[in-house]
């Protein structure tokens, strides 16, 4: 609500209320929102909260999912080169296409680029053999990670005109938001959280070891593979329209265990609420910080979140 409620033109919370419930069934519209105000409303704000929260939410319980499948509290939903491939693949596009149709392109090559990114990391960590285990598939991420990045800064370099473009992408953005983006993103976040809730309980198995899980009768190969598909499916599509935002996937989780405890039957719904609100007043932030101007969204996080890693990495060195 503050999301909607907070900006440069004012919009009385009473009136906005009226109006969100007048699009149900059988409700008058009673509100006195000027036509302008509607369209504010309408088609600005209430897109970028909502966009802002599937993306959040997507974040958030994707890093959630990774440190359950790698057993790593340090694991977030870039940890396969997801970011660096997007990167890459937005940055193509910047560079070898005309500004006109690069809006409309950027998205489906930074997804792209991240699945790309992520199966390349996934077929590494398989060349191990039947002994290979979770550290070498992140081990594997980093080597597609730093690969991908090392390519982007070449091109770059090559086209040193658009690095102001590719620079305010990377930083993230919704500033831009509309409702084509949330209905862009929107089938993959649902089948990608569906599939990681569906696996809540297996995680939990997980946190016991390998070893363990395999007595158990749980295929912990299977349900890793499983896991960090949906993940990184959902990760991709956020990224896709968002830019990339960092620390969220970390941040969050760890901030619901200290609340709600380890078991991720609890912590995957509650990630999803929690990392929707989180960027949702990131955004908020960003944008009436230095108004008029906007601070980009990956500032902020980065801003809340480096000191929070810092944190956690020191209160996890007995565990990596």
């Known amino acids: 609500m503050l999301g909607l409620f907070v900006g440069p033109v004012h919009l009385g919370p009473l ?10 069934p059988f409700v008058r ?5 000027t036509a302008t105000q509607e369209a504010i409303l309408m088609q600005l704000r209430l897109p970028r909260v909502v966009l802002a929260g599937l993306v959040g939410a997507t974040l958030s319980f ?11 509290p340090l694991a977030d939903p870039y940890l396969l080169g997801a970011a660096a491939g997007a990167g890459l693949g937005a940055t193509m ?19 792209a680029g991240a699945l790309v990114a992520v199966a390349l990391a996934y077929a590494m960590g398989r060349a191990g053999g039947a002994g290979r285990t979770a550290t070498s598939l992140v081990l594997a991420g980093i080597a597609v990670m730093s690969f991908l990045t090392a390519v982007q800064t070449y091109l770059q370099q090559r086209k040193s005109d658009t690095l102001r473009e590719v620079y305010g992408w990377i930083l993230g953005r919704l500033s831009t938001a509309g409702w084509h983006d949330v ?7 649902t089948i990608g959280g569906a599939v990681i809730l569906a696996h809540r309980r297996l995680l939990d198995v997980l946190a016991l070891g390998d070893e ?8 912990t190969r299977r349900v890793r593979l499983i896991v960090v598909i949906a993940a990184s499916l959902s990760t991709a599509a956020a990224v896709a329209v968002s830019g990339l935002i960092g620390f969220v996937g970390i941040i969050v989780p760890h ?21 929707a609100a ?6 908020l932030l960003g944008r009436t910080m230095i108004a008029p101007a906007e601070l980009p969204i990956g500032v902020v996080t980065a801003f809340f979140g480096a000191p929070f890693f810092a944190i956690v990495l020191r209160n996890s060195r007995k565990m990596i």
């Open 29 to 33: 519209d009673t509100s006195h929102l």
């Open 212 to 219: 363990e899980a395999d007595a158990l009768g749980v295929n």
């Open 93 to 111: 596009v910047i560079v070898f296409t005309h500004a006109a149709t690069a809006s409309n392109l950027i998205p489906v090559a930074a997804f």
């Open 15 to 24: 009136d906005v209320f009226k109006k969100l419930i007048s699009v149900l």
């Open 62 to 72: 994707s890093g959630a999912a990774y440190q359950g499948a790698f057993r790593n």
């Open 255 to 275: 901030i619901i265990r200290l609340i709600a405890g380890t078991s991720y039957r609890v912590i995957l719904p509650l990630c999803f609420a929690f990392g």
């Open 278 to 283: 989180f960027l949702i007043l990131a955004d």
């Open 183 to 189: 209905l862009l993103i929107l089938p993959y976040i």
